[in-house]
C-alpha cells in the first residue's frame, strides 16, 4: 500500500515536496472491517486549504472511489465499491466505526448508476454535483427569466450550476480562463455567453451581454472578478459564496487586496451568503438522485479531465488549481 504524507505545509504555491510518497504496511483485517483499493482519486481546491488544519504526517486529504476487495463486514461485501474521503493513499482498511470528523461523512456503497463511470461519484453524481444543486437552488434561488453570472465556470461545480440554470430558464453567463472553455461552455454546456478573464476586459464585456443586469452571482473564485460582478447586479440580487479559489495561494504575508464590495450590496439591498455543501448531508441523496435523473434525460453533460496513475496525483493537483482541468479532474489509480 502506498499513501502520500504532509511533510510540509503548503506556503503560497503547493510544491512537490510538501508531500511524500511512502509506503505502508496494513495489519490483518478485524471483525467488521474491510479493505478497499483506490480506482479514483478526486483532485478539489478544498484540499489546498483544510489540509492546513492537520498536523504534519497526516495523509493527504481527499476523496477518492474504491473498490472493497477483503471484507469482514456483510454490509460491506467484496466487489461493492465505496465512495470516501479516505486520503491519497491507494489501499484502506475501513472500520465501520471510523470517525472522520474531516468530511463528517462516512463512506459509503456507490448508488446504482448503471453503466455510467463509477468516477462520477467524485463529481457530477457526487460532492460537486451537490454543492451545484444545492448552493444554486438553496442560495441563489433563482426564477425563470433572471440572468446569472457564475465564475470558475468550466470546472466541476461551475459548468453544473451553468446547466440547471439553464434547465431552470435562466440567462446564463460564465466566466472562465481560456478561450477554449468559453467555446466549450457555450457550444456544449449550453451557455449563452462566456467570459475569458485573462484576455477580456470583464466589466465591459459583463455589461456588452448582460445589459439587463445580473440577478444571481454564484462565485467560485472571490477576488476581483467577483468585485466586478457585484456591481453590476440587480436590486435584491442573490450572490452564492461557493469557494474563493483566487486567494487559495495568496501570500498572507502581504496586506490582501480587498474590493469594497458594501456599496454595492447596500445600493442594491443584494443577498451574499457563503456555504459549504455538508449543509446539506441530510438531503445528499436527493441532490445525486436529481442529478442522475438529468443526465438520463440528457439535459446536465459532463466532462473529465483524468490524469492516469496514483504517482501523478500532485501534478493532478496543481494542474486543477492552475486551470488545467475542463470540467472535473479525477486521478485514475
Ligand atoms: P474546478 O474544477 O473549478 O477547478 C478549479 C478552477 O479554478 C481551475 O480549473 C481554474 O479555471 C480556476 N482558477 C484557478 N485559479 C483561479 C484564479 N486566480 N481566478 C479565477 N479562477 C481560477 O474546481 P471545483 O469545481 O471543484 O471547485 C470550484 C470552487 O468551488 C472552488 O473555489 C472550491 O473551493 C469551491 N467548492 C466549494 C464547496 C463548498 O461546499 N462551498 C464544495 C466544492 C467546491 P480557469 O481556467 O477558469 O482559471
Not at 111 to 119: F, Q
Not at 142 to 166: R, Y
Not at 272 to 289: S, Y
Request: glycine share 10%.
Amino acid at each position: 500500500a502506498k499513501k502520500y504524507v504532509l511533510i510540509n505545509y503548503f506556503v503560497n504555491q503547493p510544491k512537490p515536496t510538501d508531500l511524500k510518497l511512502v509506503e505502508e504496511e496494513l495489519p490483518p483485517l478485524q471483525d467488521e472491517e474491510y479493505l478497499v483499493e483506490a480506482e479514483y482519486f478526486s483532485v478539489d481546491p478544498y484540499m489546498r486549504l483544510y489540509v492546513l488544519n492537520f498536523p504534519l504526517g497526516t495523509t493527504m486529504i481527499g476523496g477518492q472511489v474504491a473498490k472493497i476487495i477483503e471484507s469482514k463486514n456483510p454490509t460491506f461485501p467484496v466487489g461493492k465499491r465505496i465512495v470516501g474521503y479516505l486520503g491519497w493513499r491507494t489501499h484502506t482498511i475501513i472500520s465501520p466505526n471510523i470517525d472522520n470528523s474531516f468530511a463528517q461523512q462516512k463512506p459509503y456503497l456507490l448508488p446504482d448508476i448503471g453503466d455510467l463511470p463509477s468516477s462520477l461519484s467524485l463529481g457530477v453524481l457526487g460532492m460537486p454535483g451537490n454543492t451545484a444543486y444545492f448552493g444554486l437552488l438553496e442560495i441563489c434561488k433563482p426564477k425563470s427569466g433572471e440572468t446569472i453570472v457564475i465564475s470558475g465556470a468550466a470546472g466541476a461545480v461551475g459548468s453544473h450550476v451553468g446547466q440547471i440554470a439553464k434547465i431552470l430558464g435562466l440567462n446564463v453567463i460564465g466566466i472562465c480562463g481560456s478561450d477554449e472553455k468559453c467555446k466549450w461552455l457555450v457550444e456544449e454546456m449550453g451557455f449563452d455567453f462566456a467570459i475569458n478573464y485573462k484576455t477580456m476586459p470583464v466589466a465591459a464585456r459583463l455589461r456588452e451581454v448582460a445589459p439587463q443586469g445580473v440577478d444571481c452571482y454564484f462565485d467560485n473564485v472571490g477576488g476581483d472578478i467577483s468585485g466586478i460582478v457585484m456591481y453590476q447586479m440587480n436590486l435584491f440580487g442573490r450572490v452564492a459564496v461557493c469557494g474563493s479559489i483566487s486567494s487559495y495561494d495568496a501570500d498572507t504575508s502581504s496586506l490582501p487586496k480587498c474590493a469594497i464590495l458594501q456599496p454595492a450590496l447596500v445600493t442594491n439591498q443584494l443577498k451574499m451568503e457563503g456555504f459549504i455543501v455538508r449543509r446539506w448531508l441530510d438531503r445528499w441523496n436527493e441532490g445525486v438522485i436529481q442529478n442522475l435523473q438529468w443526465i438520463r434525460e440528457g439535459k446536465l453533460r459532463y466532462r473529465e479531465t483524468v490524469t492516469k496513475g496514483f504517482e501523478n496525483m500532485f501534478d493532478a493537483f496543481i494542474g486543477m488549481l492552475h486551470g488545467d482541468n475542463t470540467g472535473k479532474a479525477i486521478v485514475q489509480a
